[in-house]
């Protein structure tokens, strides 16, 4: 079946280090989206590629990066992680930016900062 | 800029009974709606979606939702809610007039169906 795939599903790290989350697709899609979520809040959009186009939300922390390799792959970087940065980060993709398009979502890597 | 109002963060029904998840939106223009569903430690799964033409919109799980221009809302609603049906709903909007891939969710309403 075609999917977006998040790795890990869990990933602790430390105030400071460094650290990577991955998404895959096998959708095909162009676009691909990265959300932060915080305890049963309103997903928040940080970036999204549509296609090698990186276009970041004017609000999101420049801690935050995101790289796509491919079309398949994205990964968000977060540089220095702080204890606010605890969320579920959950990775969506869709065929175009176009309003009708439908996002389809991972199941999300939830992030614990210690 | 879009926006979208959930006025209700929680929603307890009996299974069997209906069920309606409110859902009011701002846009200068015309509005795509969205309805998503969340389980727990899970992503949003997409339900259904207004675009244009019919105002009821059918979607998965026996899930529909009626468009209201006049007052501007997109309600979900079931005609005999499930147990499993418990979970976290999120209303969404684009402005059909912004060229920007701008989707707004709402804040999230949890659903609770008691046995």
């Known amino acids: 079946d075609a999917m977006v795939i998040q790795n890990p599903r869990y990933q602790v790290t430390q105030f400071g280090k460094p650290v990577t989350l991955s998404c895959s697709q096998t959708l095909n899609h162009n676009v691909m989206y990265w959300y932060q979520q915080k305890s049963s809040q309103a997903p928040k959009l940080l970036f999204h590629y549509y296609d090698k186009d990186f276009n970041n939300e004017a609000d999101t922390p420049d801690n935050f990066q995101s790289r796509r390799p491919n079309t398949s792959f994205c990964f968000l970087d977060i540089r220095s992680p702080g204890l606010g940065d605890a969320a579920m980060y959950l990775c969506?993709?869709?065929?175009?930016?176009?309003?009708?398009?439908?996002?389809?979502f991972g199941p999300g890597t939830r992030l614990t900062v210690l | 800029a879009q926006s979208v109002a959930q006025p209700e963060d929680q929603v307890n029904v009996a299974e069997g009974n209906p069920l309606t998840v409110k859902c009011t939106y701002s846009?200068?223009?015309?509005?795509?709606l969205f309805w998503y569903v969340q389980y727990p430690n899970r992503g949003l799964q997409f339900l259904l979606k207004y675009i244009t033409g019919d105002n009821l919109v059918k979607g998965s799980y026996g899930f529909e939702a009626e468009f209201n221009k006049s007052q501007t809302s997109f309600h979900l609603k079931k005609p005999s809610a499930l147990v499993s049906d418990s979970a976290l709903y999120f209303c969404a909007v684009r402005d059909r007039n912004n060229n920007n891939n701008d989707m707004r969710f709402g804040a999230g309403t949890r659903l609770t169906v008691k046995p």
């Open positions: 846009v200068s223009g015309n509005p795509y």
């Open positions: 969506a993709t869709s065929r175009w930016t176009g309003g009708t398009d439908t996002q389809y």
